[in-house]
């Protein structure tokens, strides 16, 4: 097992920028070699460097642009698809603007339409009324003239019936035949007067 | 590795030495048995270790990431995909926003940083001693190796190597890009003729080459830095666990609140790598 012997030593020879301390012990000493002894410079830089350059050119060949091609198509598509929404927002917004226009438009018009048909109605039931009226006024003018004809009709064979009851009436009275030739004038005259 | 007979100082330095492969003097090619061969081998030598976790993990990240972009749809990203892509965003949120020039390099390039270096900053928070120790039982089992003598470091940016290798990279990509754009004389006269203008050409000079060779040291030397304190105080925080119950439940505590702490330092390390990174390509870019 180590022992935790100077261990201060130890450590602040690590990072020591001097290889000797001339007041440190001589067995201490061997402490001081740590710092030149693992940094060597070797062959080791070059290899590293050759490898440098093969991975650089691998990864400039084979990894990188597919990735970055698949980074850059994803965000193509991205942004293209976030235009698209807001696109369609836009057009969304547009088409309920329209939309809302159209309602407006629809209800001034049904409004108006049902204006037009109240005035309308009120108009027919004006016209039937006239109409009701003259159609009235003509079915009894019609009827009054009936009447009219029918009491001149009846007052005719009225004038008629007397006109015979009063001949026989008058030829019972005379108890002879009156000869109707001959005296026709007189009782077309008296059928007048009635 | 805390058996019998080791002083913290030995446990420390063998979680801080590299398990090096290189071209000793006396032993020809061969792993490295001490750190003193290890330092012997001079500059051909490999972090064997550094290099395995580095490139691994390079592997894991390209075929996770390969797998999402092969099978990457355009519609709703599920999983795995969802995970990549969001990294694959931010990474190029952040280079829409630092680089102004037109470069196709620069956005994988800064994937590519961001996502190594925060993987290997990630193996920070494997417990110290489980990886060395397997690496330990496995060089014993395996290759009869003494397992005193498998080093492991399992975090490849707290290498230096690692880090001025992948600083360097970025440091000649800013040079070429820099030619390339303004052209050899452009790119002088920007180094040359500023801020004093073509008077105080030495002393320009002088200046902008210090600030030019500084930022791929400042790039390499911040993430080693960071992560080495990290990983350092990982260690010492384990060298607690020998010491006694009491203080092996305080180490533990301490770690779990430092690990809790490391994972922002992991992630911003990264970060910051990337962005001065494309920063610093952006400023190649830049014609005045």
């Known amino acids: 097992m180590p022992a935790l012997e100077n261990e201060y030593l ?34 080791t830089l070059i290899g590293q460097s050759i490898a440098f350059f093969v991975f650089v050119w691998f990864v400039m060949k084979y990894v990188w642009p597919p990735l970055i091609a698949a980074l850059d198509e994803r965000k193509k598509t991205i942004a293209d698809g976030l235009a698209a929404a807001e696109r369609g927002q836009h057009k969304q917004q547009l088409g309920e603007k329209a939309a809302e226009k159209h309602i407006k438009e629809a209800k001034a018009q049904a409004s108006e339409i049902m204006n037009q048909a109240q005035k309308r109605a009120a108009e027919i039931v004006e016209e039937a009324k006239d109409n009701a009226k003259e159609e009235a006024g003509r079915v009894k003018t019609a009827a009054e003239a009936e009447i009219e004809q029918e009491v001149n009709r009846a007052k005719e064979a009225l004038r008629q019936q007397v006109a015979s009851i009063a001949m026989a009436g008058a030829a019972k009275v005379l108890k002879r035949e009156v000869d109707e030739k001959a005296h026709s004038e007189i009782v077309d005259d008296m059928i007048a007067q009635i | 590795m805390s058996s019998e007979g080791i002083t913290s100082s030995e446990y420390i330095k063998h979680h801080l030495q590299n398990m090096t492969y290189g071209n000793h003097p006396e032993g020809g090619w061969m792993f490295a048995q001490t750190a003193e061969q ?16 580095s490139f691994g993990l390079a592997i894991v990240f390209f075929f996770l990431f390969r797998g999402v972009a092969k099978t990457a749809t355009t519609g709703v990203p599920h999983g795995f995909q969802n995970f990549v892509e969001m990294i694959v965003d931010f990474v190029n949120d952040s280079v829409r926003g630092s680089f102004s020039g037109k470069n196709d390099i620069v956005a994988p390039l800064a994937l590519t940083v961001f996502a190594w270096v925060f993987l290997m900053n990630l193996m920070d928070l494997i417990p110290v001693d489980w990886l060395p120790m397997a690496a330990g039982w496995i060089g014993a089992t395996f290759f009869g190796a003494d397992p005193h003598h498998v080093f492991f470091k399992v975090v490849p940016s707290t290498d230096p190597n690692v880090t001025f290798g992948m600083a360097l990279g970025v440091f000649w990509l800013m040079l070429y890009y820099s030619v390339k754009v303004k052209g050899v004389d452009g790119f002088f006269k920007e180094l040359a003729f500023q801020p004093f203008g073509k008077i105080g050409m030495p002393v320009n000079l002088v200046l902008e080459l210090v600030s030019l060779i500084s930022k791929p040291i400042s790039l390499a030397l911040r993430l080693f830095g960071n992560m080495y304190a ?47 990174t494309i920063v610093y390509l952006d400023m190649a870019h830049q014609d005045h």
Do not use: C
């Open chain 1, 10 to 43: 130890l450590i602040s020879s690590l990072f020591s920028p001097w290889p000797e301390a001339p007041h440190r012990q001589p067995e201490q000493l061997t402490t001081y070699k740590l710092r030149g002894n693992n940094m060597n410079i070797n062959a």
């Open chain 2, 38 to 53: 290890a330092k012997e081998m001079g500059f051909w030598a490999f972090h064997v270790d550094s290099l395995g976790w």
């Open chain 2, 230 to 276: 990290g990983e350092t105080i990982f260690i010492l925080i384990a060298i607690m666990y020998s010491a006694g119950l009491a203080t092996g439940l305080f180490g533990g505590v301490l770690q779990l609140g430092w690990a809790i702490f490391h994972i922002l330092i992991i992630t911003l390390q990264a970060f910051i790598f990337m962005t001065l």
